[in-house]
T-cell receptor, first 117, second 116 residues
């Protein structure tokens, strides 16, 4: 396994369109996280899953954002009716439960860059 | 509520010198973990070092060490013998554990520039 992969790497869309990003975590990792990062800022937490259960969702996240992780494997993040303010890098990360092995650091994908025109 | 503060937007250091990047945190959870990540201009986030709240000794990983002062709630990253390849954004992050959720929050980052 080569790490966390995200698709697409870049997406340009018009305002009002829906977009979907996919994340494939490291296969043995049971936790999967989505973050949003704008230029010059730190990653902002959006949501996370343990296996297939979505355990927490940021209160800052509008109802236009939804994420799924069917069968506890890959995950999708959908943004409906995109707005220009949604333009950002969307980062996916996965981790092992830290008590089992190691500190449970996040392993990040390369991100999906969204530009909303 | 958990919070991470990085007060240095940008830092310069001469090659081969040591540099300290500041990080303070706020949490009421007695069990937490502190992480540092490096993000080069290429964009990938690279894990550098970890410190657990119950760890008695400061963490070290090669040229990276973490100056953990629990009473002050600070977890500063020290990079020794800086190299040109260390130029990047550096993020401090925290994970709380006792509440049963494992959310990681990040600071706003410090941009480090290593000068030849």
């Amino acid at each position: 396994d080569t790490g966390v992969s995200q698709d697409p790497r870049h997406k340009i869309t018009k305002r009002g369109q829906n977009v979907t990003f996919r994340c494939d975590p490291i296969s043995e990792h049971n936790r999967l996280y989505w973050y949003r990062q704008t230029l010059g800022q730190g990653p902002e937490f959006l949501t996370y899953f343990q296996n297939e259960a979505q355990l927490e969702k940021s209160r800052l996240l509008s109802d236009r954002f939804s994420a799924e992780r069917p069968k506890g494997s890959f995950s999708t993040l959908e943004i409906q009716r995109t707005e220009q303010g949604d333009s950002a890098m969307y980062l996916c990360a996965s981790s092992l439960e830290y008590r089992r092995e190691g500190p449970g650091e996040l392993f990040f994908g390369e991100g999906s860059r969204l530009t909303v025109l | 509520a958990q919070k991470i503060t990085q007060t240095q937007p940008g830092m310069f250091v001469q090659e081969k010198e040591a540099v300290t990047l500041d990080c303070t945190y706020d949490t009421s959870d007695p069990s937490y973990g502190l992480f540092w990540y490096k993000q080069p201009s290429s964009g990938e986030m690279i894990f550098l070092i970890y410190q657990g709240s119950y760890d008695q000794q400061n963490a070290t990983e090669g040229r990276y060490s973490l100056n953990f002062q629990k009473a002050r709630k600070s977890a500063n990253l020290v990079i020794s013998a800086s190299q040109l390849g260390d130029s990047a954004m550096y993020f401090c992050a925290m994970r709380e554990g006792s509440s049963g959720t494992y959310k990681y929050i990040f600071g706003t980052g410090t941009r480090l520039k290593v000068l030849a």
